[in-house]
C-alpha cells in the first residue's frame, strides 16, 4: 500500500492542480543552487583572477555573497508579495535567478562575477519567499504537512543532482557549473501557464487592519524565537560543507571525493526523513519536531567531535540526515501556522532571512571555534547548543502533555 506522504497526487485534486504542485516542487529545487552548485569552480576562479589583490578571500566570496543578499532582500520581498501579489515576483525573480546565476559565462572580472551572485542572492530571496507564501496560500493542515516534506524531499534530490553535475562541468572548465542555472528558463513558462494568483486579504493599512490582519504579542515572541532558531540551525548546520572537508583531511582522509560521500550519505537520509515528515508531524507535533531535529543534529555534532576513523564521520553525517529533512518543513510549517494570510508574505520573507543570516554567519563564528579549540571543539560546541535546544523542545513537549 502506497504511504500518503510520499505522493504528490496526495496533495492534488485535479489535473490543474498537479501541475501547479509540481511546478512549485521544481522552483524548490532552484534555490538550492545559490551557493554550492559552483563550489568546485572556486580553484579555478581563484587561478583565473591570481592577478587580483586579495583573491584568496574574494574568490571565497563568489561562493558565500548569495546568502548576503538573500537575508537582506528576503524581508523586502515579503513587503512586495503581500502587496502586489505572489506570482509577478515569481516570475521576475524566476528571470532574474536564470540570468544572474548564468551570468558567469561571460562575465571576465572578478568584481563583475561578485556583482551578479549579488543579484542571483536577490532573486533566490524573492523565489523562495513568493514559494513559501504560496504553500501557505494553496495548502492548509495535513496537506500543507505533505507537501512541505515532498518539497524538502525535491530539494534535497535536487542539490544532489545539481551539486554532482557542479563538479562535473567545473572539470571541464570553471565556468561550466553556472550553466546550471539557466534551467530556470525551463521553469519560466510553467510558472506562468500553471500558478494561479491566489485569492487573498487585501492588504491591511493602518486605518483598515483588522484583527485578522495584526500578529498578538505571543505570536510575535513565537516568530521572534523561529527566525532566532532558525539562524542558530543554520549556523551550526552550514559548519558542515565550510569545515568538514579540513577536518576530513586533519584526521587523515584527504581525497575530496570522501566530503562528498559523507555529506551525500546525510542527503540520503535526509529525503527519506523530510518525506516522513506529514505522520511525524501528527505524532510529535510541531515542538516536538523541533526536538527530533536540534537533538539529531546535537547528537551529529558531538559523534563528529569524538570520530576518528571515517566510518564515525559517515555515522555522525547520517543521523545528521534526520535534521536535514524535518527542521526546515518544521521552520516553514510553524511560520505559516501563525502568519495571518494577509502577513505571509512579510513573514516568510523573515524566515528566509534569518535562515540565510546564519548561513552567512556560519563561518564567521565556526572559524574563531575552530582557531582555539580545533575542528572537533568546533563541532563539540555546536552539538552542546544544538542538543541544549532540542532537549528543551522535548521538555516543552512533555510539560504540554502533562497539563493536557
Known amino acids: 500500500m502506497k504511504p500518503e506522504h510520499f505522493a504528490a497526487a496526495e496533495v492534488a485534486r485535479s489535473p ?20 554550492a552548485t559552483i563550489s568546485a569552480s572556486l580553484p ?14 574574494l574568490s571565497r566570496l563568489v561562493l558565500t555573497l548569495p546568502a548576503v543578499f538573500i537575508a537582506l532582500f528576503s524581508p523586502a520581498a515579503g513587503f512586495l508579495v503581500d502587496r502586489f501579489g505572489r506570482k509577478p515576483l515569481m516570475l521576475f525573480s524566476l528571470a532574474l535567478f536564470a540570468v544572474a ?118 505570536a510575535m515572541a513565537l516568530l521572534g524565537l523561529l527566525f532566532l532558531a532558525a539562524a542558530i540551525n543554520m549556523i551550526a548546520f552550514y559548519m558542515i560543507p565550510t569545515q568538514l572537508p579540513f577536518y576530513l583531511r586533519a584526521l587523515g582522509f584527504g581525497a575530496p571525493s570522501l566530503a562528498g560521500v559523507a555529506i551525500g550519505a546525510g542527503q540520503i537520509v535526509g529525503v527519506v526523513s523530510a518525506l516522513a515528515f506529514a505522520p511525524l508531524r501528527r505524532r510529535l507535533g510541531l515542538v516536538g519536531l523541533f526536538g527530533l531535529g536540534f537533538t539529531s543534529a546535537g547528537i551529529s555534532y558531538l559523534l563528529l567531535w569524538h570520530a576518528e576513523s571515517y566510518a564515525a564521520v559517515l555515522l555522525a ?19 505559516m501556522l501563525l502568519a495571518p494570510p494577509a502577513l505571509r508574505g512579510r513573514i516568510s520573507g523573515l524566515l528566509v532571512s534569518g535562515i540565510f543570516a546564519g548561513q552567512f554567519l556560519s563561518p564567521i ?36 502533555s502533562g497539563h493536557g
Open 16 to 35: 490543474e492542480e498537479f501541475r501547479r504542485n509540481a511546478t512549485l516542487l521544481f522552483i524548490s529545487t532552484l534555490t538550492i543552487m545559490s551557493g
Open 44 to 57: 579555478g576562479i581563484a587561478a583565473r583572477f591570481a592577478d587580483v589583490e586579495n583573491v584568496a578571500l
Open 101 to 218: 546565476g548564468a551570468s558567469g559565462l561571460v562575465l571576465d572580472t572578478l568584481p563583475g562575477l561578485l556583482v551578479g551572485r549579488a543579484v542571483l542572492g536577490i532573486a533566490v530571496g524573492g523565489l523562495m519567499t513568493a514559494t513559501t507564501a504560496l504553500v501557505g496560500d494553496f495548502f492548509q493542515g495535513a496537506a500543507r504537512d505533505r507537501y512541505m516534506g515532498l518539497q524538502q524531499a525535491f530539494v534535497g534530490v535536487g542539490g544532489t543532482i545539481f551539486l554532482t553535475g557542479g563538479g562535473f562541468l567545473a572539470e571541464v572548465h570553471w565556468r561550466g557549473p553556472f550553466l546550471i542555472y539557466t534551467v530556470a528558463l525551463l521553469t519560466l513558462p510553467a510558472a506562468l501557464a500553471f500558478l494561479p494568483e491566489p485569492h487573498r486579504a487585501r492588504p491591511a493599512g493602518p486605518a483598515t487592519a483588522g484583527e485578522g490582519d495584526r500578529l498578538g504579542g505571543r
Open 317 to 335: 553525517m547520517t543521523v545528521s540526515g534526520i535534521c536535514m529533512g524535518t527542521i526546515m518543513p518544521t521552520f516553514a510549517a510553524s511560520a
Open 365 to 400: 563564528v565556526s572559524q574563531p571555534l575552530v582557531g582555539s579549540l580545533g575542528f572537533g571543539g568546533a563541532f563539540a560546541v555546536a552539538g552542546a547548543v544544538t542538543l541544549a535546544i532540542g532537549l528543551a523542545a522535548f521538555a516543552a513537549c512533555l510539560l504540554r
